[in-house]
């Protein structure tokens, strides 16, 4: 169903700068001299009329950034939101097939060849900003000169077990750190962006859903339009147009754009008009929230419960961290909780009444959340049934379906060794409290000649390590068992562990 937010994408934060300006040339734009330049006059706040230019130089021999790091470029956000959000140095880490994953590309030396010199192109571009890179921070516009990508590394690592790899650095802009930790960001539908084949199309969406503000209808002078794509400097309208159409039709065929119109002021300016389809207008926002370390755990605990990301980080947002991390943990003291995520969902919101243990967060505080909000009188088991227009979680849809009991399994020594290992050499490039939620509760339960078998709590555990760790986990297991190697995650829990909590 449309709408439905269980149906709605997962959206990568994308800082807004970058979403704005150009940046990369698509559309057969070229630059003999390997500049881009763009110029705007905006009016602030206090009515002044504010000039800015934003001017973008290509590093020599490397040319301006383009069609293939746009993509890196997007790719990069995803490996940033997979790590919970930007480094406090600055430094972010991965290795280049986990990068070639999320490019959907193949992992010859070429390709591997390409990426590098990318991430070296997006280092050695040099970015001009004379009151046109806006700092959330001090609510100001940039004068200064600067990199997207500050410097990039790539060295061998040995992990405890003797076995080399190949592990990328990249050091980003301290404004761009800034500006994402200040949450100038986006929410930028990553599975929609890589559906589509043309640089134009990916870019023109990227601009206009940042433009548009959440709303369904946006309109642009074409000329600007030309400019912030960038395409190549065409004189008329008639040709502009042309240009734009491929793309216009595929961001129609995919859903993103209803119509697209012309129009032609009494000033003789020529406008293109957007009509945002209700489908992907109807996908609700990413919620801005400060992206600090309490903030980022309550949340990916929410999604380990099985809470969906925008699920997640709306509870964080309306009732804060703490309280979210309270009842997340309290659920496991709960017993006969077939619905975690819609028990921890409904605790949350109604403020429940718990004895929580001292180790609990927030035991040592008020026992009781909210003094003043009644505890239900009702089992709030009743309440884990949601109707059609309740914007819960994925497992939380209408209809009385109960998520069945995991299988119990005894975990295998030889698995566990194996898991273990492969766990060590990949925790470098994974972020410490992913780590602990994701991965605490696994353990390797079959090794059956190159396959190896491991056990989630759950099944929202499962599709999250497989989509967002599989590469870098496969690319370890690689390492250990040859090339042969085949990594299967299925939900159970370990024999031992119910019999404990039921004795």
């Known amino acids: 169903m449309a709408g439905r937010q269980e149906d709605r994408a997962y959206l990568v934060k994308a800082e807004g700068n970058f979403e704005d300006h150009p940046y990369f040339t698509v559309g057969n734009q070229r630059s003999g001299e390997g500049i881009l330049r763009y110029s705007s006059t905006i009016r602030t706040r206090d009515g002044q009329e504010l000039k800015q230019t934003w001017t973008v130089r290509a590093v020599q021999g490397l040319g301006l950034p383009g069609t293939l790091d746009q993509d890196v470029y997007v790719a990069l956000l995803q490996i940033i939101d997979r790590q919970g959000g930007v480094p406090e140095d600055g430094w972010l880490s991965f290795s280049l097939y986990e990068l070639m994953q999320l490019l959907r590309r193949t992992h010859g030396g070429r390709d591997y060849r390409q990426i590098k010199e990318s991430l070296e192109r997006l280092a050695g571009t040099i970015i001009q900003s004379k009151n046109a890179f806006y700092r959330k921070s001090t609510k100001s516009y940039l004068d200064d000169t600067f990199h997207l990508l500050e410097r990039v590394q790539h060295a061998e690592s040995t992990d405890g077990s003797g076995k080399r790899g190949e592990r990328t650095w990249v050091k980003l802009s301290e404004y761009f750190v800034d500006s994402y930790n200040a949450n100038y960001l986006k929410g930028l539908d990553a599975d929609f962006y890589w559906s589509l084949s043309s640089s134009v199309a990916k870019r023109l969406y990227r601009f206009v859903d940042k433009k548009r503000n959440q709303q369904r209808r946006w309109e642009v002078d074409l000329f600007s339009l030309r400019d912030r794509i960038p395409l190549s400097s065409y004189k008329y309208p008639s040709k502009i147009r042309e240009k734009l159409e491929p ?251 119910r019999a404990g909590q039921h004795a």
């Not at 129609?252 to 293109?272: A, I, P, Q, W």
């Not at 109807?282 to 309490?294: F, G, H, I, W, Y």
């Not at 804060?320 to 909780?337: I, M, S």
């Not at 609990?360 to 709030?380: F, I, Q, S, V």
Request: some cysteine; aromatic content about 8%.
């Open 247 to 497: 793309a216009h039709e595929e961001l129609t065929h995919k859903g993103f754009f209803e119509r697209v119109t012309y129009r032609k002021t009494s000033e003789g300016d020529n406008l293109v008009c957007y009509a945002i389809a209700e489908d992907f207008s109807n996908r609700r926002p990413a919620v801005q929230l400060e992206a600090t370390p309490e903030v980022r755990i309550a949340v990916e605990r929410l999604k380990a419960e099985g809470l969906r990301s925008d699920a997640a980080e709306d509870l964080v947002y309306r009732h804060g961290p703490e309280r979210c991390l309270r009842y997340a943990e309290a659920v496991t003291f709960r017993k006969n909780v077939r619905n975690r995520a819609g028990w921890v969902r409904k605790a949350i919101e109604n403020g429940y009444e718990l004895d929580v243990p001292d180790a609990l967060p927030g035991g040592a505080l008020d026992t009781h959340l909210d003094a003043g909000t009644a505890a239900p009188t009702a089992d709030p088991q009743m309440s884990l049934v949601w109707g059609d227009g309740d914007p819960a979680g994925r497992r939380e849809e209408a209809g009385g379906n109960e998520e069945a009991p995991p299988m119990r399994l005894r975990p295998d020594p030889a698995a566990e060794e194996i898991w273990g290992w492969v766990v060590a050499d990949v925790e470098d490039g994974i972020d410490t409290t992913a780590l602990r939620i994701w991965f605490d509760g696994s353990f390797g339960t079959a090794l059956e000649g190159h396959t190896l078998t491991v056990a989630v709590p759950n099944a929202f555990a499962k599709e999250y390590i497989e989509s967002r760790f599989g590469g870098v986990l496969e690319e370890a297991l690689t390492g250990r068992l040859g090339e042969d190697a085949r990594l299967e995650v299925i939900v159970g829990e370990r024999a031992d562990e």
